[in-house]
């Protein structure tokens, strides 16, 4: 079956520093989708990239999905604490489903 | 406008007991998508309705079952409950299937 593989699992950043999560799928997407969820509280849909090595960037946060479509990054320029959370990525086939990745769970040291 | 909302927020179940969770989804999204979260497995899909069709299944035994309304409000089917089904249960929709959900703040089911 698919599976979508997310590294690194947890990530412990000084404020300021940069953060960096990749996400790795075992067959072609058609698209990858990335969402946020901070602690206590739901996944936030973030972006979609649909196109081979497309960037994507929304202020702090740069996403990259790559030119064979089965991986995919965020990285985060300067984190906040507001940065806190669980980042996931979500691949999907176009088979009406998503599979999401294992997230990773950022941790801002003010 | 209103997001997508779940019901109850919190349920407490016995072992061998069923449960039944609900989904509101956004006005105008007819995708309606259930996801199981645990800290053990992260989010596993269950199973997606699109327009009253189930579209997609996850790989969950047949005591997980769903079915989506005319009006797009979907409900979540667990029978013969065991401990392993403690999980936040998040709901999802979109307009179109597959693109940029919408999670509801999910139903705890905890099961004694």
């Known amino acids: 079956g698919q599976q979508v593989m997310q590294i690194p699992q947890y990530q412990h950043v000084q404020e300021g520093e940069d953060f960096t999560t990749y996400c790795n799928s075992s067959?072609?997407?058609?698209?990858i989708q990335w969402y946020k969820q901070r602690p206590g509280g739901h996944p936030v849909f973030l972006i979609q990239?649909?196109?081979?090595?497309e960037v994507k960037k929304q202020k702090r946060l740069t996403f990259q999905f790559g030119e064979a479509k089965k991986n995919s990054s965020l990285h985060i320029t300067a984190t906040q604490t507001t940065d806190v959370g669980t980042y996931f990525c979500a691949g999907s086939t176009g088979a009406n489903n998503l599979f999401f990745g294992t997230g990773t769970r950022l941790t801002v040291i003010p | 406008k209103a997001g997508v909302t779940q019901t109850p927020r919190y349920l407490i179940k016995t072992r061998g007991q069923q449960v039944t969770l609900s989904c509101s989804p956004i006005s105008g999204h007819r995708s309606v998508s259930w996801y199981q979260q645990t800290p053990g497995q992260g989010l596993q899909f269950l199973f997606e309705y699109f327009s009253e069709t189930q579209r997609n299944k996850g790989n969950f035994p047949g005591r997980f079952s769903g079915r989506q309304f005319s009006n797009s409000r979907s409900e979540m089917n667990v029978s013969t409950l065991e401990l392993g089904d403690s999980a936040l249960y998040l709901c999802?929709?979109?307009?179109?299937?597959?693109?940029?959900?919408?999670f509801g703040s999910g139903t705890r089911l905890t099961v004694v």
């Open positions: 990239l649909v196109k081979s090595g």
């Open positions: 999802a929709s979109s307009r179109v299937s597959g693109y940029g959900y919408t």
């Open positions: 067959t072609t997407l058609s698209n």
